[in-house]
């Protein structure tokens, strides 16, 4: 079995996704398909049918949350240090095309959002980063074209 790394506040969501899911979510849906059973003819009530897509979706999502928490590896970013990147850094890049300045932490694939400032291990450009340290530049192929960036900041927090 394969452990996924992840940050402890990472850990926290998802912990907190599951049990959302399971004691709010669940029982809202269990409601929902039996107050639909009760409006009577099973084979053309649309509510029955979308509480019944509804309570597949949670559920699969339940199972996936299950298997990300069992799998998970919790690492304490606080505790790291080191002027190369890994997991756990927070990175300053400026883009050499449009000197764009970005901060990103390296989480774990499960975590990701980079809306959020927040890039996958295992994405291009977080893969692309690993090893480095603060003046070297980094080509990247993205599905957006190639990118390179330049690391001006490696800290951990």
Do not use: C, W
Request: proline share 3%; glycine share 8%; net charge negative.
């Amino acid at each position: 079995m394969e452990k996924l790394p992840m940050t402890a506040a990472g850990h926290a969501a998802l912990e907190a996704e599951f049990q959302h899911r399971q004691q709010v979510e669940r029982p809202r849906i269990i409601a929902a398909i039996s107050e639909a059973r009760s409006h009577g003819d099973l084979s053309e009530n649309a509510e029955y049918h979308s509480a019944k897509e509804a309570q597949s979706h949670n559920e699969g999502r339940i199972v996936e949350l299950e298997d990300l928490l069992q799998r998970a590896e919790v690492i304490d970013v606080s505790k790291l240090s080191g002027s190369t990147i890994k997991f756990g850094a927070t990175v300053t890049l400026v883009d050499e095309d449009t000197e764009e300045k970005r901060v990103f932490q390296i989480v774990g694939q499960s975590e990701a959002d980079v809306k959020a400032g927040k890039m996958s291990i295992t994405s291009p450009t977080g893969r692309a980063l690993i090893g480095k340290k603060a003046g070297d530049s980094v080509e990247v192929t993205t599905p957006g074209g190639g990118k390179s960036y330049e690391i001006l900041n490696v800290a951990f927090r």
